[in-house]
């Protein structure tokens, strides 16, 4: 049975089950979204459990029944190999969205690729993290043709608090790689206070608590708490590590000279298992 398509209801499709990408798509289908998915394990499938979505074999399958694909994979390579079976069979009009971080001139190259079958691209990747996933409060950054945005902005307001549109291809990019650059010079600035805190002799996790109550507050502060936790911390620093260089690379392809806030940024990631040690402690 062939799916009605309308501008407000339309087909989507969605590849990347992972941490952030299952509560995204679940929050699709939830809203009263067609969901169509496809994955590189068919068993990841089975994650989506009893919400309604229609499987597919291929990725080209999946695209030929979709107005528009997420994207939630791991990396800029991923999203171009995608890309390049999706176009084999999305129809002209349809928009390819990139949820994940990646550089701003992928994602202008990623919109160039696409352009050639007349399908728009959008990139819009999501702050949040898992919690504001589920809790459908996560905010989307969206860069790319502002009539692609204005389509798609029903689909992203079924997982997102806040969808702001920013720009042209790229734009959206930049905006997460900001965000993700403050957030780690924040958790640096943290990790300062808390040696002084230790230096003091005063307790560091009731200190943290107390800070997150007045004008200090801060999302970093409040990860600590929320996301952050012994067995992943490392996994995490690892992460950060790769979003700052990311961002690092991102500044010097566009002639900026970010070497402060790298290296700042660089601290907040390395020194976030020693952050959360002394709040153990």
Known sequence: MTEARTAARPVVGFIGLGDQGLPMATAIAEAGFPLHAWARRPVSLDSLGTVAHQRHDTVGELAAACDLVGLCVRTDDDVLQLAGQLLEGLRPGAVVVNH?????????????????????????PVSGGRPAAEERRLTTMVGGPQSAAERCKPVFESFSRHVVHLGDAGAGQTAKLFNNALLMMNQAAIGEIVELAVELELDPSRLVELLQLGSAAS??????????????????????????????????EAGIDSTAVTERGLAGARGLARLLDRLDT
């Open 219 to 252: 999302a970093a502060l409040s990860l600590l708490s929320a996301i952050v936790r012994p067995d992943i911390v490392e996994h995490l620093s690892v992460l950060e590590v790769l979003d700052i260089e990311l961002f690092d690379q991102a500044m010097r």
């Open 100 to 124: 994940g971080t990646g550089l701003p001139s992928n994602a202008v190259r990623l919109s160039e690729l696409c352009a050639k079958g007349g399908v728009e691209v959008l990139d819009a």
